[in-house]
């Protein structure tokens, strides 16, 4: 009987920096790579360090891309004590957009629980977060992604800094043959 062959991991291109105030960071275990790379374990290096905008992006590319992640009970708490930080996140998150960077909020729930659901502790209104999300969606550009639990939404997150990665090189690949 042959036994399996181990299979050899692809590096992802990219080191993610995980803001360091994080309190439940995600890892990014387990992600693999696309079909064209069949499919092979990816490692993924992250590295802590203090980010003045979101929770986590791509090293050498903080002022072009972030992603804000919120568990439902930090989106109600936040919105709730701390309204005022979390908007002026929002506006500098809007001036990376306005920088041809991309930036969004991550939620660890999804619509229907974040309003019919909401953390038994809090004494928010849920529509005070479904006018909020929608509220700052448009004044800010930044758009809010309400997923179904947390391994989807560190999945989720990873995909949006890859997909990001991916375009930003495409694009200054472009650029250099134009030169």
Not at 12 to 35: M, S
Not at 49 to 69: F, K, N, P, Q, S
Not at 155 to 164: D, H, P, Q, S, V
Request: with cysteine.
């Amino acid at each position: 009987m042959t036994r399996p062959q181990p299979v050899e991991a692809d590096t992802c291109p990219f080191t993610i920096l995980v803001d360091g105030r994080e309190k439940a960071p995600y890892r990014f275990n387990g992600i693999h790579a696309d079909a064209a790379q069949r499919h092979r374990p990816l490692v993924i290096t992250t590295m802590w360090c203090h980010l003045a905008t979101g929770d986590y992006t791509i090293g050498g590319l903080e002022h072009l891309v972030c992603v804000e992640r919120k568990s439902l009970a930090d989106l109600y708490s936040t919105l709730g004590q701390n309204r005022d930080r979390f908007e002026r996140e929002h506006e500098r998150m809007a001036g990376i957009i306005q920088r041809g960077g991309r930036c969004c909020v991550v939620v660890e729930a999804d619509w229907e629980t974040a309003i019919h659901l909401p953390p038994p502790q809090s004494h928010l209104p849920p529509k005070v977060v479904l006018r909020t999300a929608i509220s700052w969606e448009v004044r800010y550009g930044v758009p809010w992604h309400f997923l179904p639990d947390r391994r989807f939404s560190e999945i989720y997150t990873f995909r949006y800094l890859e997909k990001f990665y991916k375009h930003y090189r495409k694009a200054r690949e472009e650029l250099e043959e134009e030169k």
